[in-house]
RNA sequence: GCCCCCGUAGUUCAACGGAUAGAACACCAGCCUUCUAAGCUGGUUACGUAGGUUCGACUCCUACCGGGGGUACCA
């Protein structure tokens, strides 16, 4: 149990002792808006209810019943609001403490029991463009899956790749096309530098090229009836194509430095999901409509979902049905998440439904998130208005590059990449991580570039000036006896750092990142407030070991918040 | 039409039902003979409308207005 945690169970306790009541937990503690305030308060009026008292002089009662000793300093009654102000020194000593001996483990806790959670994302396409909506799904993704982790459970993260559905077969079809100047028989794919990328820019095309035109259409359908079929020509091109977004995607995996656990593709369940179909379809729980293939849920306001096309292609829920059953199994899981573009959350609802009305009881959810869209408007990889996750990538290296380089002149070319790729990857994802996930961010390319505010490099910068002083300090021999802190700036920061492990859980809890993302900018804003105001190093020597713990204090606590959301520190930049 | 999400500062976003609604960007004025100025300090502006629940509402409920998304052959 962590330190704040520990002291507001033990105020919890007394106050309930005092009371001779149950009521007060520890989470009832809150943080006063104002530090004059004190350090925690509890609100009385609830309590008041049951205690036949008026909420003012409950709190007042109250502070009489707590005792004022070890890390408890004093309790004072404003108005309705029990303050409790904590020993200030002996606060930040503990602290200091239990952080340099939990080290990057600090903030972890075990409130999942382990329970194993499947984590699907990173849903790719193969034969689409890359872009930055996928860029938020993945950056998301990762992050909630290390927040999973952190708190204790068995994640398991997994992504799909969906490599069987009519967008390959339309890519496919204009690969080949006479009319399409960059025909597979034109281009030499093996002189590309991105096969990936070209699969995307044929994808948008022949969508561009197909618009309504049905007997295109029907063309198409037979493509994608020759893929299922699992032989001849364009199922050999659908193999070899197929291989360049996979290996797209593992290059940007790479990048972004998110690993899975397993890969599921779309094309290992689609012929086990026509067998389900098929069979779902004998015993009438699938009927034909309108010449096509659907489970009909209007019963329970879901609509239809749609299984086989009118020329009996497959839709997507027809691999989705039994790979959601083969996870459990092969994984024994306890809770499957589906981290899916909240556009699909109706489609998710069906498909659960289903799979309750087939019997399968198991604990299954979408975890929706909003849309990425441009300043233009909707981003659609079928009309080509995307940015890229290669541009994006390459131009947010080039621009952290050349800052990066005019600071440091003297610095090698590796050095100034390394840091530069650092910055860039870092920009990105924060860029997707900041936002709460029901709102859809407008991504502007050019607000994506900066590198102050509110950014990843704030973050970054701050420690590779903490990063900086430690250096420093290595050369200088202080006292082995700190001092004590209890500068109002050093206990604001203190109080903020002990409030690490709950922040943890609550983005946990919530799935939401973006709160771990706005605590660890925050904590950034007070150590470069005090970093200003409060000499260190030049500090009498003892003064100085202890801020100094302190500055090394924060310094960890914003890399165990950044490796959780997936981006890195830097040591100097 | 029906369903879901969102309306907070010029812009982009915050705010477990609780004390004076916070940041960032932009704009203006300052700070590099103290540790990295990718930083810091100060200044200007905001809860869509109307009701309701509550000791207390940005937060919950209802209606309306506005924006976005979904709603059978894309995923």
């Not at 009385?44 to 007042?60: D, G, H, M």
């Not at 593992?250 to 069979?279: H, M, N, P, R």
């Not at 306001?301 to 497959?314: E, I, P, Q």
């Not at 959350?345 to 019997?359: A, I």
Request: some cysteine; glycine content about 6%.
């Amino acid at each position: 149990m962590y330190l704040l945690e520990q002291i507001t169970k033990k105020l919890a306790k007394e106050v309930n002792e005092a009371l001779n009541l149950d009521l007060v937990n520890a989470s009832d503690f809150v943080y006063p808006p104002n530090p004059e305030m004190g350090d925690l308060s509890l609100a009385c009026f609830a309590i008041a209810k049951s205690s036949k008292q008026s909420p003012n002089e409950l709190a007042q009662f109250l502070v009489g019943k707590i005792k004022s000793t070890g890390l408890i300093r004093g309790v004072q009654a404003v108005g309705p609001y029990c303050n409790i102000s904590l020993n200030k020194s002996l606060f930040c000593q503990k602290l200091m403490t239990e952080i340099a001996k939990n080290k990057d483990q600090y903030g972890k806790n075990t409130s999942g029991k382990k329970a194993r959670v499947m984590i699907e994302y990173s849903n790719g396409n193969t034969h689409k463009e890359y872009h930055v909506g996928h860029l938020r799904n993945i950056s998301y993704g990762d992050s909630v899956y290390r927040l999973l982790a952190a708190n204790g459970y068995e994640a398991i993260p997994v992504s799909y790749i969906n490599d069987f559905g009519i967008h390959v077969a339309k890519t496919l079809w204009w690969l080949t096309h006479p009319n399409n100047p960059d025909n597979i028989n034109r281009v030499k794919p093996d002189e590309l530098e991105n096969k990936g990328y070209f699969l995307g820019q044929t994808y948008a095309a022949a969508s561009a090229v197909l618009g309504d035109n049905e007997d295109k259409k029907i063309e198409v359908g037979e493509y994608m009836h020759q893929i299922e079929s699992r032989q001849g020509e364009i199922y050999d091109l659908w193999q070899q194509t197929r291989q360049w977004s996979i290996d797209q995607f593992a290059c940007v995996y790479q990048e972004l430095g998110v690993q899975f656990v397993d890969t599921f593709y779309e094309s290992d369940y689609i012929d086990e999901g026509l067998k389900i179909a098929g069979e779902l379809y004998a015993k009438h729980f699938l009927v034909k409509s309108q010449g096509a293939v659907i489970a009909d849920l209007s019963e329970y306001s879901l609509n239809v979902l749609m299984f086989l096309r009118t020329d009996g292609t497959a839709l997507y829920p027809v691999a989705d049905l039994p790979l959601a059953m083969a996870k459990f199994k092969k994984y024994k899981l306890k809770k499957s998440i589906y981290v899916v573009d909240i556009r699909q959350g109706l489609y998710f609802k069906q498909l659960f439904k289903v799979l309750e009305l087939l019997g399968y009881k198991e604990e299954m959810m979408h975890l929706g998130y909003e849309f990425v869209k441009l300043p233009e408007g909707m981003m659609s990889s079928r009309t080509g208005n995307v940015v890229s996750y290669e541009d994006l990538k390459d131009k947010t290296i080039e621009r952290a590059r050349i800052s990066t380089a005019e600071k440091h002149r003297d610095w090698s070319t590796e050095k100034v990449e390394k840091v530069a790729r650092a910055i860039a990857f870092g920009a990105i994802k924060f860029e997707m991580l900041k936002v709460s996930r029901e709102k859809p961010i407008t991504f502007d390319v050019e607000t994506s570039l900066r590198f102050d505010g509110y950014t990843a490099a704030y973050l970054q910068y701050t420690c590779a000036r903490i990063a900086s002083m430690e250096r420093k300090a290595a050369d200088i021999k202080f006292d082995a006896k700190g001092a004590d802190l209890d500068h109002p700036k050093e206990h604001a920061l203190a109080l903020k750092l002990a409030r690490y492990p709950e922040v943890i859980q609550q983005a946990g809890d919530n799935y939401e990142p973006s709160e771990l993302a706005k605590y660890l900018f925050e904590l950034a804003q007070l150590v470069n407030d005090y970093y200003h105001d409060v000499p260190v190093l030049k500090a009498d020597p003892e003064l100085a070991k202890s801020r100094l713990e302190l500055l090394s204090a924060t310094k960890q606590i914003i890399a165990n918040g950044f490796n959780l959301l997936g981006i890195e520190i830097i040591d100097e930049m």
